[in-house]
């Protein structure tokens, strides 16, 4: 069974950092593009970011482009969203999916909540 | 604002057809045939239920289907069923910017 759970979601002030991380079990990472996908609470989805099986080309939503980092560690089976420089408009639940077709997720995580606040 | 235009809100009752549309521009929609469909229920994940404008995932029942028709795409869900009751999203391959989504529709079954 695919599963993607991800972690490291919390309360950080703007202008601050943080890493999320995405654990995958259930089928051979290295096999799959990887993306990020974001929502604001009641709203709707946002793609982030990609990264592809070997990491070799990596793309970003022009909204966060220059402050996000997508990385992956095919050895560890974890997907990595490294954020700088966070802005209030970037407070939603970041999801981790996998990218089984051209632009589209099959498998998700449970999602975790960031919040930019003061 | 989102890049695919979706009705807010559609609705139907228990055994009848419900179809939400997904409107982009030739640069998304009407440019790739990579058009997908995920269902959302309260508090929880995505699903993918339709990708390719109309290829249906392992699980997803046959009554969801899917079509396009130029810078349009449609879900179709027939023979409504109380679960079905969900936010669904449309979302579309983009060149450039790689994928864009519309703004989703809440389906109410009556």
């Known amino acids: 069974e695919v599963q993607l759970v991800e972690s490291g979601g919390a309360l950080v002030q703007p202008g601050g950092s943080l890493r999320l991380s995405c654990a995958a079990s259930g089928f051979t990472f290295s096999d799959y593009w990887m993306s990020w996908v974001r929502q604001i609470p009641g709203k709707g989805l946002e793609w982030v970011a990609n990264i592809k099986q070997d990491g070799s080309h990596k793309d970003y939503v022009d909204s966060v482009k220059g402050r996000f980092t997508i990385s992956r560690d095919n050895a560890k089976n974890s997907l990595y969203l490294q954020m700088n420089s966070l802005r209030a408009e970037d407070t939603a639940v970041y999801y981790c999916?996998?990218?089984?077709?051209?632009?589209?997720?099959?498998?998700w995580g449970q999602g975790t909540q960031v919040t930019v606040s003061s | 604002q989102s890049a695919l235009t979706q009705p807010p809100s559609a609705s139907g009752s228990p055994g009848q057809s419900v179809t939400i549309s997904c409107t982009g521009t030739?640069?998304?929609?009407?440019?790739?045939?990579?058009v997908s469909w995920y269902q959302q229920h309260p508090g929880k994940a995505p699903k993918l239920m339709i990708y390719e404008v109309s290829k249906r995932p392992s699980g997803v029942p046959d009554r969801f289907s899917g079509s396009k028709s130029g810078n349009t795409a449609s879900l179709t869900v027939s023979g409504l069923q109380a679960e079905d009751e969900a936010d669904y999203y449309c979302?579309?391959?983009?060149?450039?910017?790689?994928?864009?989504f519309g703004g989703g529709t809440k389906l109410t079954v009556l």
């Open positions: 999916a996998r990218d089984s077709f051209v632009a589209t997720s099959s498998h």
């Open positions: 030739s640069s998304d929609i009407g440019g790739y045939n990579y």
């Open positions: 979302s579309s391959y983009a060149g450039s910017k790689e994928r864009v």
